[in-house]
């Protein structure tokens, strides 16, 4: 499986971006996709998870800003995030697991103060 992640920049804190993370597999075969993240010097880390069934989970600290849904139309997997802060700024990466992980190549996301 082929994850191509896209839609990332710069924007000013405050401001929304909508990531988008298409497979080359119908997202349907894909039990749990999610979105991480990483920053220099830091272990990547979860941002949320999205299921087949569409049942989601986002990290408790960016719960009422960060999203989670699924394109069909597009097969892809969508991480809309708002209200973005500074300490939002980090390479984006989305993730799908079939018994087997699969990696996009991340997408970098940087916000100004």
């Known amino acids: 499986v082929q994850l191509q992640a896209s839609g990332g920049g710069l924007v000013q804190a405050g401001g929304s971006l909508r990531l988008s993370c298409e497979a080359s597999?119908?997202?349907?075969?894909?039990?749990?996709m999610g979105w991480y993240r990483q920053t220099p010097g830091k272990q990547r880390e979860l941002v949320g998870t999205?299921?087949?069934?569409?049942?989601?989970m986002v990290v408790d600290t960016l719960k009422g800003r960060f999203a989670i849904s699924k394109d069909r139309a597009k097969n892809a997997m969508i991480l809309q995030m708002n209200n973005l802060k500074p300490e939002d700024t980090a390479v984006y990466y989305c993730?799908?697991?079939?018994?087997?992980?699969?990696w996009g190549q991340g997408t970098l996301v940087t916000v100004s103060s």
């Open positions: 993730r799908a697991n079939s018994g087997i992980s699969y």
């Open positions: 597999r119908s997202i349907l075969e894909l039990p749990l």
């Open positions: 999205i299921t087949t069934g569409g049942t989601t």
